[in-house]
């Protein structure tokens, strides 16, 4: 039986706010990734400095405003190196960002990393977006977008629904397993479609997809154990209904990690 819209939005009454902002938000994005070039690179960069800021009002809320320069500089910085192929500075300039980070503040020396980490993930993850598309083409990027976007859905739906046993609670109350089933199943069968519509080789691009699949799920529930571990509910609170752009695009982040590391070692020959 499918589910009941009118009980799923019983259980999530910001379903109908969710909905709205993806309608705006995806078409903007798709159409700025079908453009490519600068239009894209510069979305990146803003998304990257709007993510790094993010994270360090989650990580360290008394944070002299430097942090949050130095954080947002770095991040949107490396996205620029990484879709003008220059993959040096693309690891260098986020790399000195976060140790700029770690002197600054008057965090307790062993909580210094939480700042730094979260610029490394944030830079690499948004840079390595910014790359795919550089170089690898529209519909590399496309890929990507398509098996997260179809895995994250499936996931929030199946677990809004079925619920059942939980799958990490000390990292989310609310991930299950019958969601975490649902976005790796959603974000294959996103996969097939693709290689079905463009004519991709099927077996590398299911491989593809799922290895996207659980990249997306794990940092779903990864951005929720940092959250936890932070003591905050959202990261921020930019998209209705959705909280900040990390709780957004915390699967993506992952998967985009993934995707450049598949593309990297070329170990496929399907989309990427």
Same mark, same amino acid.
Do not use: Q
């Given at each position: 039986m499918p589910p009941d819209i009118k009980a799923v939005r019983q259980r999530d009454p910001a379903l109908v706010t969710r909905i709205v902002s993806a309608l705006i938000l995806i078409p903007v994005s798709l159409f700025l990734l079908w453009n490519g070039g600068l239009a894209f690179t510069a979305y990146c960069a803003a998304f990257a400095a709007a993510m790094a800021w993010e994270w360090m009002r989650m990580a360290?809320?008394?944070?002299?405003?430097?942090?949050?320069?130095?954080?947002?500089?770095?991040?949107?910085?490396?996205?620029?190196?990484?879709?003008?192929?220059?993959?040096?500075?693309?690891?260098?300039?986020?790399?000195?960002?976060?140790?700029?980070i770690s002197f600054t503040g008057d965090m307790p020396l062993s909580r210094r990393w939480r700042g730094a980490f979260g610029v490394l993930y944030v830079a690499l993850a948004v840079s390595a977006l910014?790359?795919?598309?550089?170089?690898?083409?529209?519909?590399?990027?496309?890929?990507?977008?398509?098996?997260?976007?179809?895995?994250?859905?499936a996931a929030y739906f199946a677990g809004t629904w079925f619920r059942g046993p939980k799958l990490w609670p000390r990292a989310s109350p609310n991930k299950t397993w019958a969601g975490f089933i649902a976005g790796i199943a959603g974000g294959t069968a996103a996969a097939w479609g693709f290689a079905a519509w463009q004519s991709e080789p099927l077996t590398d691009t299911l491989?593809?997809?799922?290895?996207?699949?659980?990249?997306?799920?794990?940092? %779903?529930?990864?951005?929720?154990?940092?959250?936890?571990?932070?003591?905050?509910? %959202?990261?921020?609170?930019?998209?209705p209904g959705?909280?900040?752009?990390?709780?957004?695009?915390?699967?993506?982040?992952?998967?985009?990690?993934?995707?450049?590391?598949?593309?990297?070692?070329?170990?496929?020959?399907?989309?990427?």
């Open positions: 360290d809320r008394d944070a002299p405003t430097r942090s949050y320069a130095i954080a947002s500089a770095a991040a949107s910085g490396a996205v620029l190196f990484a879709a003008d192929g220059e993959f040096f500075w693309m690891l260098a300039w986020p790399l000195a960002g976060a140790i700029g910014a790359s795919i598309r550089s170089l690898n083409g529209f519909d590399a990027a496309a890929f990507i977008l398509l098996v997260v976007w179809a895995a994250d859905s491989i593809a997809g799922v290895l996207l699949s659980f990249a997306a799920v794990a940092g %779903d529930l990864a951005m929720s154990l940092f959250k936890r571990l932070f003591g905050v509910k %959202d990261t921020g609170e930019i998209i959705h909280g900040g752009v990390l709780d957004r695009v915390d699967a993506l982040m992952a998967a985009c990690l993934a995707a450049l590391a598949i593309a990297s070692i070329n170990m496929l020959e399907g989309p990427l």
